[in-house]
């Protein structure tokens, strides 16, 4: 996914809310920005940190600018992270039609939110003649707590759990199910389920594999140019 227009530069004040945040350009103007995501962002809005954001045409937008990258160094050296969660299923969706996701290819088509389930749309549904349906569901990861090690999720979220319900129903249905992590950020080796976090999305996720259900996770590469698939990233169990 390349921004469709350059990133602006600028030093985190303050995030604040959940989705708003502070910001001084270089200018030395300081903004408030749209801050799409609605976990807890630990580790991902200190004071200081250098972050890059978007400028809409929107007239409508209360808010014109969009935080979409900070930078941060858990360890491994500085690194860009994506923080937009409205990008990850795009991205995913560009990757599949492109036949970058390997365990995601030879499908025919590929619908975005289809109603399924209890009152649930899924991500992405992929199709093909003879084929059972596949159903991917797309969350967004970019906690760390131990260097090179990635972990979801980053806040108790009940509806990923609901999420994770109605994935074990369809792999039990004979359909094909799959969680789909993708880490906005390319400074991880690893993968594993925040359970200290959210103990009921684990054991939700457990009982999912259980059934059936697949979970494939994957990095990117992040710049204040474009966030981009990078390669899998293997699941600690």
Known sequence: ?????????????RRYKRFLADVTLESGETITAHCANPGAMTGLADPGIPVWLSLS?????KLKYSLEVVQVDDGAGPCCVGINTSHPNRIVEAAIGAGAIPQLAG????????????NSRIDLLLE????????VEVKNVHLVRQTALAEFPDSVTARGAKHLA????MAQSGARAVMFYLVQRGDCADFQLAADIDPAYAQAFAAARDAGVEAICYACN???????LGGPVPLRV
């Not at 109605?166 to 129903?169: N, Q, V, Y």
């Open 166 to 169: 109605e994935l074990a129903k």
């Open 1 to 13: 996914m390349q921004f469709p227009k350059p990133l602006i530069p600028g030093t985190l004040v």
């Open 128 to 135: 093909s003649e003879g084929r059972p349906p596949c159903y």
């Open 107 to 118: 499908y025919e088509t590929m619908r975005r939110e289809v109603r399924y389930g209890t």
């Open 222 to 228: 992040v710049s204040p140019e474009a966030i981009l």
């Open 57 to 61: 045409d929107d007239p409508k937008r």
